[in-house]
């Protein structure tokens, strides 16, 4: 409960800053997401709110990273 004030709270001191989205999320923090996201056995429904934001700022994320037995992984 105290991370989720917490977020909430860096959330809202962001409005009117120069902290945007698109200044802060990279294709490495995309990544990242997913990497945690399968960790704790996310919802597949994060997986698409994920890539709708990776494509809203023209970043592109490998779904197919999420394949453990896809080859070069």
């Known amino acids: ?3 989720a004030e917490e977020t909430g709270r860096i959330a809202v ?3 009117g800053t120069d902290k945007t989205p ?5 294709e ?3 990544e990242n997401g ?7 056995g996310g919802s597949t429904n994060a997986i698409i709110h ?6 809203r700022l023209g970043l592109k994320i490998d779904l197919k990273k999420m394949n453990l ?3 070069g992984t």
Do not use: N, P, Y
């Open 50 to 55: 994920m890539a709708a934001i990776a494509g």
């Open 1 to 3: 409960m105290r991370m």
């Open 28 to 30: 490495k923090a995309l």
């Open 22 to 26: 698109k200044k802060i999320i990279t």
């Open 69 to 71: 037995h896809h080859e």
């Open 34 to 40: 997913i990497c945690v996201l399968m960790a704790i």
């Open 13 to 15: 001191s962001l409005i």
